[in-house]
């Protein structure tokens, strides 16, 4: 029973690229949320998705960044034209509901850097 | 908005002895979950132990305990008989239960060291 798969593990980049991480959820769940954790800082919430629906992207800087997932395949985060500040781990979690007392299962994280 | 502070950046701790780790946090709901993660150089993020915040008792997981305070919003962690393999970053998070989603609030985080 495979947890949460994200890929890349590590990513480098130049400033003006595009970045793509990809997570699959576990088996059973339909609930994805995007973390980023900037160095020496804790996990900061940006979106979370549900198949084919954005549910809630607060945490979403408004310019370059988009996350999807589709009904088929695994959700990706995406940023565009990248810059150094964007270096951090971006972790995936999933959870089979919203709400309740289940935990959020965590991915080991994919570490984007800008050069 | 919810806000989790863990104020001990670093802490540091003997082979076999306790440690606790503080958190408190800032919230007007009523209803909502605490958990304390940890983070081993690895990068995963482990589930250390839960708590409801319904429930006056203290959630407990072998060697990890914590100690809620409701009114005080204190939700500190208790690690007895200390191993090297606790040596990691901790997270303290909040969660408010509601059905807008499972999103969580994590403090800073505080950096565990286990001396042999």
């Known amino acids: 029973n495979a947890g949460v798969m994200q890929n890349p593990r590590h990513l480098v980049r130049r400033r003006g690229q595009e970045a793509r991480l ?8 339909s609930h994805v949320y995007w973390y980023r954790q900037l160095p020496e800082e804790g996990l900061k919430f940006m979106v ?20 999807e997932f589709p009904k088929e395949g695994p959700s990706i985060l995406r ?10 781990a971006y972790f995936c979690a999933s959870s089979p509901r919203s709400s309740g007392a289940n935990v959020l299962t965590f991915g080991a994280g994919s570490r984007l850097t800008v050069l | 908005a919810q806000t989790v502070t863990q104020s001990q950046p670093e802490m540091s701790v003997q082979e076999a002895e306790t440690v606790t ?9 009523s209803d909502y979950y605490l958990f ?25 997981e072998n060697r990890f305990s914590v ?3 409701k009114a005080a919003k204190s939700f500190s962690l ?22 807008a989603g499972n999103m969580l609030t994590f403090g800073g985080g505080t950096r565990l060291m286990v001396k042999p």
């Open chain 2, 36 to 60: 304390w993660y940890k983070q081993p150089p690895s990068r995963q993020m482990i589930l250390v132990i839960r708590q409801e915040a319904y429930k006056q008792q203290n959630a407990t």
């Open chain 1, 79 to 88: 940023i565009q034209q990248v810059v150094r500040g964007d270096s951090a």
């Open chain 2, 78 to 99: 208790k690690i007895s008989d200390s191993q090297l393999g606790d040596a990691a970053m901790y997270f303290c998070a909040y969660r408010v239960n509601n059905n």
């Open chain 1, 22 to 29: 990809r997570c699959s959820p576990m088996k059973g769940h």
């Open chain 2, 67 to 69: 100690n809620f305070q």
């Open chain 2, 21 to 29: 780790l503080s958190c408190t946090y800032d919230t007007s709901e």
């Open chain 1, 48 to 67: 979370y998705l549900q198949k084919e629906n954005i549910i809630d992207e607060s945490g979403m800087p408004k310019e370059r960044f988009s996350a």
